[in-house]
């Protein structure tokens, strides 16, 4: 029963997608309000059965109806519930559905804020929206539908892959989707303004906050992939240029590019070809990444298996990029820059630079990721490109990031001049120096770790530089320090929030600078008794023991730490054994620190316990990258929260960016 | 408008045209085909004991054309939509002196059995207890299926779900060698 109603809503669901859209644009052609209030009810619809639709396939795992060939496929009875509520997304039909589930969830918050605000834009973007949606639901009616019957129904399931049991597994995918569908609504609204003619600053205001949305998300979803690879992986790394994790960070660089970028349109009125470019290009890459995942066309650790959709995702790709460039092209005159550059030292050139390295790196990022396909069409070989490409090429763009990002804030708009330099400039560029001369000094050797530290210290000297100078002048008018800085804060939200987030990426920055230049480890074959060293850390093997799990067995090996001090902790390392796969897995153990991080491996073991062999990583500031990202949490929430109003009492001072 | 208008207005939806393409060439590649090396070498004996009780070894059956199977039951759902295009050739072959065997790797033996009830399985199938037969043939993932000729060679190795095409395919182009 299950399947046929499951299909039944998913069929549904893409009528009454096809239906709005169709009803929303032709609403705004003829202006009749009735169609537009139909196809808002059509979104309500969508936004209804793709929840039934969701619960009902929760039901189904909850029940373990193996009727459902998805339930069957990636759940068995000893899977725990809560991974059986996460299975939901844990292979590609289901990813669909939660893909396509968000974007009607947007779709209805999109009706509802702008229903009456927006009287020309709103109906193209709910008429591309809903379109977007349709194809989304046909990919879940044909080529990957969730509900397909199996038949004879199997006595049990085959079980989660087993990496994807795991917290981050929870999170990880919620939050990436949530990013990549939020781009739609940007991108619905710039295909709307291009439809309309209103080529203005308009789309961009309405968006504004929605991108910042949608970006957090999905630095947020990137994040955790990295501690889900960082823990559950094994391998003691978090990024690893693998093509599926270059998907999701293809549209975060282009969308981190636009952020920057629509600014200089608020402010001066230029870029709106190229704000439209790259908010094309991101949802373009959201989609491209969607593709390279589930086509199967390249090779990856974890893309997920291939079929036909690979097919409906490409037509589906070419039709979005060459509809929505075809379009821009067909705007063109009602795109020309109305101001323009009057200096080369300016915030505009700085922004512009920006721009064009995160460009520049999204570019290298593809060509690397593609390289494959590339390689083989014209030579006929496969060939791949691994992380010294990726990382010969990004680290300069990225250091160059880094100093853009204390360059752009604090230079003048306009023409920069030798006053506004040194006043902003003189003394962050001094600390950066003594900052980079100190790492020297306490034995900093590799020169790239050096630019970094000196470069993050001037991006940092810079912020506090500004901030003080705001709360100072905050404080003249009475308020105390505590004050001055959260009111500071508060008001000019967008600008300090920027700033948090700023700095949350320099942390990242250190954590990766330092995880790459100071980790160290070994592999060593233990004798139960024995111990080995490292770093400071005497381990010692004390037992080995397996030990059964609902869905798994485990051998679990008992390493106890000492460290300089004393004993520190025992660590529990183990090897899962599942029945539905050929190798084992590990199971890491690892303490986390401020500077550094324990990580144990267990790998090969004899059968008795007498001896087992252990992979000790120290891995050094890797919590800065965890840090970071909460920092980048807090800078990207104060930049969404709403716009103070301002009372005339105070003045907008001078540097605030335009609202 | 000016002439470098109308050029752009070609220029910028062209422009991706060539990575769409590219993308499209990707389907005629599979970037995870890596050809079995066992392939065209001769197949590696082995001598199990089946669910009946009765021994199999791969040395008895040469002559014959030989489609060794791996699966097991706890292979959702590829194992069991295979399983019955198995049997189905079985009974169309096994006249023709083609023999099938079923090697069911990592399993328990109860459920195994079940599994071989349901689809009424009717040709050999045997347990490999200590993993080494799926080892010999660098078994990666069930279900997969090998084809060994009369002179007992590799010829032809299967990864997923078999179907009835393949087999009959598979089969005929074997039959039709000389022996």
């Keep these: 029963m299950t399947p046929e109603l499951g299909y039944a809503l998913t069929v549904a669901a893409l009528v009454l997608a096809v239906y709005g859209s169709g009803a929303a644009a032709w609403s705004a052609v003829k202006g009749r309000a009735d169609l537009r209030a139909s196809s808002e009810r059509a979104a309500i619809g969508v936004w209804l059965l793709l929840t039934a639709c969701m619960l009902l396939l929760v039901y189904a795992f909850l029940t373990f109806d193996f009727s459902v060939r998805y339930v069957a496929s990636n759940t068995n009875r000893g899977t725990p519930f809560y991974y059986r509520i996460t299975a939901l997304w844990g292979a590609l039909e289901g990813s669909i559905i939660l893909w396509g589930w968000m974007l009607s969830l947007y779709t209805l918050i999109v009706v509802a804020r702008y229903r009456r605000t927006q009287p020309q834009l709103y109906p193209w973007t709910l008429a591309v929206m809903l379109g977007l949606s349709s194809f989304f639901l046909l990919v879940m009616t044909i080529p990957a539908p969730p509900f397909e019957r199996l038949s004879p129904i199997p ?331 959260w009111g500071l804060a508060l008001r000019q939200n967008r600008r300090y929030g920027g700033f948090v987030v700023h700095l949350g990426i320099l942390v990242i920055a250190l954590g990766v600078a330092g995880s790459q230049a100071w980790s160290t480890q070994t592999e060593a074959t233990i004798n139960r008794g024995a111990t080995v060293e490292l770093a400071g850390y005497t381990i010692r093997f004390d037992d080995l023991q397996p030990a059964e799990e609902s869905n798994h067995v485990k051998v679990v090996g008992t390493f106890s730490v000492s460290d300089r001090r004393g004993p520190y902790t025992v660590l529990t390392p183990a090897k899962k054994f599942y029945p539905q796969e050929q190798t084992p897995i590990a199971a890491v153990d690892y303490r986390l620190g401020f500077v550094e991080d324990l990580y144990l491996v267990l790998g090969d073991f004899a059968r008795d316990g007498s001896h087992a062999t252990v992979k000790i990583q120290i891995n050094r500031m890797v919590s800065w990258l965890w840090i970071g990202g909460l920092i980048l949490t807090l800078g990207a929430a104060l930049a969404i929260l709403p716009e103070p109003r301002r009372t005339p009492a105070r003045p907008r001072p001078e540097h605030a960016t335009v609202a | 408008m000016s002439a470098r208008s109308r050029v752009l207005r070609w220029a910028i939806p062209l422009a991706v045209v060539p990575v769409l393409v590219l993308l499209a060439y990707g389907f005629r590649t599979d970037p995870r085909a890596i050809p079995s090396p066992l392939v065209g070498k001769p197949a590696a004996p082995f001598t199990l004991t089946a669910f009946d009780g009765k021994p199999i070894s791969l040395e008895s059956l040469r002559g014959r054309v030989v489609v060794v199977n791996f699966w097991a039951s706890w292979c959702v759902p590829a194992c069991y939509d295979e399983a019955p295009s198995l049997e189905r050739a079985w009974q169309a072959y096994r006249d023709r002196s083609v023999v099938l065997v079923g090697i069911n790797i990592q399993d328990k033996e109860e459920p195994a059995r079940r599994f071989l009830d349901r689809f009424g399985h009717t040709f050999p199938n045997a347990p490999d207890p200590a993993g080494r037969v799926s080892v010999d043939y660098g078994v990666y993932g069930v279900p997969e299926t090998f084809f060994i000729d009369r002179t007992g060679r590799v010829r032809f190795k299967h990864v997923g779900a078999v179907t009835d095409e393949i087999l009959k395919q598979q089969l005929d182009k074997l039959l039709a060698e000389p022996a």
């Design chain 1, 155 to 485: 006595p049990d399931g085959r079980g989660l892959n087993p990496l994807l049991e795991d917290s981050g597994m929870i999170t990880h995918p919620v939050a990436l989707y949530l990013g990549f569908t939020g781009f739609t609504v940007p991108f619905a609204f710039a295909m709307a303004a291009l439809i309309v003619g209103r080529t203005g600053d308009e789309w961009i205001t309405i968006t504004r906050r929605w991108t910042i949305i949608a970006w957090y998300f999905l630095s947020l979803g990137l994040l955790i992939g990295g501690w889900w690879s960082y823990h559950v992986l094994g391998w003691g790394g978090y990024w690893a240029w693998d093509p599926v994790e270059n998907a999701a960070f293809m549209p975060w660089l282009t969308a981190t590019a636009f952020l920057h970028s629509v600014m200089i349109q608020e402010r001066r009125r230029m870029l709106k070809l190229w704000n439209l470019t790259l908010i094309i290009l991101t949802f373009s890459l959201t989609l491209f990444g969607t593709f390279l995942t589930r086509s199967g066309i390249i090779g990856s650790v974890h893309a997920f298996t291939q079929g036909s959709i690979g097919i409906f995702f490409l037509a589906f790709l070419a039709l979005v990029v060459l509809g929505s460039f075809s379009m821009l092209a067909w705007r063109l005159d009602r795109l020309r820059a109305q101001g323009e550059l009057d200096s080369i030292v300016s915030r505009e050139s700085a922004f512009l630079l920006n721009n064009l390295f995160l460009v520049a790196a999204a570019f290298t990022v593809f060509f690397g990721t593609v390289f494959p396909l590339l390689s083989e069409a014209v030579k006929g070989v496969k060939v791949s490109v691994g992380a010294p490409f990726f990382n010969l090429v990004n680290i300069p763009i990225f250091l160059a990031l880094i100093f853009l990002m204390g360059v752009g804030p604090l230079i003048a708009w306009r023409r920069a001049s030798a006053e506004n330099l040194r006043r902003n400039f003189l003394m962050p560029v001094a600390v950066g120096i003594v900052g980079a001369a100190l790492c020297r000094a306490f034995g900093v050797g590799n020169l790239l770790v050096l630019l970094c530290m000196g470069l993050v210290a001037f991006v940092a000297a810079t912020i506090a530089l500004d901030f003080w100078r705001a709360a100072r002048a905050r404080r003249r008018t009475g308020d105390g320090w505590l004050d001055a800085t």
